[in-house]
């Protein structure tokens, strides 16, 4: 089995992250953050940030360029959200993270979040980024000098 049959995907991530939020949320609350009923503010954030993800990867599928981690690309997409960040899916599922911290309203609902964005960055972003410098060299150095990672 290669590499990348093995490689646990953000998607995976993302769901084991939203889980431990809720067990944070229900173990170690700490402290209560955003009262009701402000907190359904962040199911705005959490579908804001599917939204994001999911538009993402669509611009993906139209330039006919695998969605998954790693697999060979075979376009650099630079438009849609690619303009403001290199990575909207990445930012779309921390989004839906903070969403759910704000629905659950407590501090401990907070605390996986940012294992998740450290995840992402040594176990994706940082492979991808030299993995797309590979492919596309001059371009995509361009496109990295004038788009942020994140925001």
């Known amino acids: 089995m290669s590499e990348q049959k093995r490689r646990i995907l953000p998607p995976v991530w993302l769901l084991i992250t939203l ?24 199911l705005v954030v959490m579908a804001f940030g599917l939204f994001m993800s999911a538009t993402a990867a ?9 969605v ?19 990575n909207p899916m990445y930012l779309g599922m921390v989004l839906g993270c903070v969403g759910l911290a704000i629905v659950l309203g407590s501090l401990g609902a907070w605390l996986p979040i940012p294992e998740f964005i450290l995840i992402l960055r040594l176990r994706f972003i940082r492979g991808e980024e030299a993995f797309l410098e590979g492919i596309f060299g001059e371009e995509y150095l361009r496109y990295k000098a004038k788009v942020r990672r994140w925001l």
């Open 19 to 42: 889980v431990m939020q809720y067990v944070a949320h229900r173990l170690v609350p700490l402290a209560e953050l955003v009262p009701a009923p402000w907190n359904y503010s962040g």
């Open 58 to 66: 669509n611009l993906f599928r139209r330039a006919k360029t695998p």
């Open 68 to 86: 998954i981690p790693f697999e060979k690309s075979t376009a650099l997409v630079m438009n849609g959200w690619f303009r403001y960040t290199r």
